[in-house]
Every structure is written in structure tokens, then in C-alpha cells.
């Protein structure tokens, strides 16, 4: 091979070199600038086997505990940002493998542990899943545990544009919502629909079912007695794994709890058409929730719902 020839070759494998190093450096500085603006957030993980019955205070103190850096859409709903503060007093439910995100109802108090709930739990095959609300969504706070609720999506539609307005200039235009029902617009705001129902509420904040906790009453006047403060908007239901997944996927924050009796009977309620123009009371052959003639005198007569 000619000198010549050796020149160009080497000069040719130089430039390659050059190309695909700077095709790395520009490739990983992309990556570098997307997770930059990725926005991230920690949650923490088992590090060691936690049995169950172990105390968060040596959870944190032995270091079973590591804390994890994930984009923010893959940190778990329900984590726990500060095990020792937020998990304070309380101990392992279960035996915690590694890698499992603390969470929401892996550690309870040792005296709910002790009324056997993980048993009847693993028994009925079910699990928990706990979701705050406020009073309004929580049957003005009435919801206590044994209760049986169904449990809702209510979601905010989109806004409409006026149909009157379409051939008015973008700036001149003003939006109008579902609910102003005039002209064939349609007469809802939100989007409710049935997600599960009748749900067994296992607990309400830590107090638990009848059959679960300590049934003795207990005077709050007596000396030295306080009556505990409960979250009443702090909801456990006992639920197979999959109706877990399938809740927070929708969104604790869309959630509404209806209470219904203990004769309930569920049956499949269709998405009502959000399209229509008309309300029940504007419908002969509806008017009210219980038909055009309202309730018979045997509903009537029957006591209101209780638990």
C-alpha cells in the first residue's frame, strides 16, 4: 500500500473517531438535559427483610430502610416521606421483603395488630386500601367501621364553548359551562360513575370493625379518660388486591363514598349520557329520584337508613 494511501486511510479512521465521539457526547447530553428537567422525588424501600412485628423505631435505627430517587410519576401514591415520624409507634403488619416501597398500611399500632386484622385479612383473601376525604364526600363524616359504602368517581368535565359564538373571533368569545343547560347544551358539570359497590369500611382512621377492636365501652368522662380525636374522613376498606390498583389508578382525590343499608343490593348502574339537555324533575315519567309519584306510603313509613 502506497504511503499516500496510508495517509488518507489513517486520516479517515481519525475523522470517524472523531464523528462517533462527538455523536456520545451529544447523545449523552441529551439524556443528561431530559433528566435534568424530569421533575423526581424519593420514597423509601426495604433494604433487609423486616419481620413482622418489628418496630419502625429499629427499622430506622438498624438501617432496614433506603431511600430511592424515582421520576415523580412513578413514586407510589400512598409513600410514606418520613417512616420514623410518620410511622411513629407503630409496627410491621406483615413480613416486608426487600425492594417493597413503604407505603400506607404496612405498619399499624401494636394493639391493631393484636385484634388479629392481618389474619382475617389473609382469611377473606382481601387487603386494605385507605383514601382521605372530606366531610362531603364522606357522608358528613357518619361512615363508621362495619358500615358497608359504595364507592364513586366524580370528575370535572371540560368546559364548552358557547355553539352561539362560533363565528365570533377567539378573543371576543366567552366559554360557557355544562351546567348552564340552555340552547341543547348539556346540564352536568361533572362526570359521576359507580366504581365498586357495597365496600366493607374496615376501619375509620385506627378504629376498627366491632368483631376487631376492644368492644368495651369506655367513659370519656371518667378522670384521667380522654376521648380519643379520630379522623373521620380517614377511610380503610377491605378489598380484593385488584380493586386496590384499580382505585388509586382513578385517583384518591376524585373518590365519594355513598353509606348504603345493610339490605343493599348491588346491581349495575349504566354512566348516566352527559349529552342530555333535560333533568329528571323536567321529565314526566321521572320527576323524582323514587319515579313520578314519589315514594309509596310503605316507604315512607319505614324508618330512615341506619347502620
Do not use: H
Amino acid at each position: 500500500m502506497s504511503s499516500r494511501r496510508t495517509i488518507i486511510l489513517i486520516f479517515a479512521l481519525v475523522i470517524s473517531a472523531v464523528s462517533v465521539f462527538g455523536i456520545f457526547n451529544y447523545v449523552q447530553g441529551v439524556e443528561e438535559a431530559a433528566t435534568a428537567e424530569q421533575e423526581t422525588g424519593s420514597y423509601w424501600v426495604v433494604a433487609v427483610e423486616i419481620p413482622k412485628g418489628t418496630d419502625i423505631e429499629r427499622v430506622v435505627a438498624e438501617g432496614m430502610l433506603v431511600e430511592v430517587d424515582v421520576p415523580l410519576e412513578l413514586r407510589p401514591a400512598t409513600y410514606i416521606s418520613d417512616p420514623g415520624t410518620e410511622l411513629a409507634g407503630r409496627v410491621a403488619v406483615i413480613t416486608l421483603q426487600p425492594n417493597i416501597a413503604i407505603v400506607q398500611g404496612l405498619f399499624l399500632a401494636p394493639d391493631v395488630l393484636a385484634t388479629g386484622i392481618t389474619e382475617r385479612l389473609a382469611k377473606l383473601g382481601l387487603v386494605t386500601v385507605t383514601v382521605s376525604v372530606d366531610q362531603v364526600k364522606s357522608a358528613a363524616y357518619q361512615i363508621a367501621p362495619g358500615d358497608y359504602v359504595n364507592v364513586l368517581s366524580v370528575r370535572d368535565l371540560d368546559i364548552l364553548p358557547d355553539p352561539t359564538q362560533q363565528d365570533l373571533p377567539l378573543d371576543q368569545r366567552t366559554d360557557i359551562a355544562f351546567a348552564d343547560n340552555r340552547d341543547g347544551v348539556p346540564a352536568f358539570a361533572v362526570d359521576a360513575r359507580y366504581v365498586y359497590q357495597n365496600v366493607e369500611v374496615l376501619a375509620v382512621d385506627q378504629e376498627l370493625t366491632p368483631q376487631l377492636g376492644d368492644t368495651e365501652d369506655v367513659d370519656p368522662d371518667a378522670v384521667g379518660v380522654a376521648e380519643p380525636v379520630v379522623n373521620r374522613g380517614l377511610i380503610t376498606l377491605a378489598v380484593p388486591p385488584e380493586a386496590v390498583q384499580l382505585i388509586l389508578s382513578i385517583g384518591v382525590e376524585d373518590i365519594y363514598f355513598s353509606l348504603v343499608p345493610q339490605n343493599y343490593e348491588p346491581r349495575a348502574i349504566a354512566p348516566i349520557d352527559i349529552d342530555m339537555d333535560r333533568l329528571p324533575a323536567e321529565v314526566a315519567e321521572q320527576l323524582t329520584p323514587y319515579g313520578p309519584n314519589g315514594r309509596s306510603e310503605s316507604d315512607q313509613s319505614q324508618q330512615s337508613v341506619g347502620r
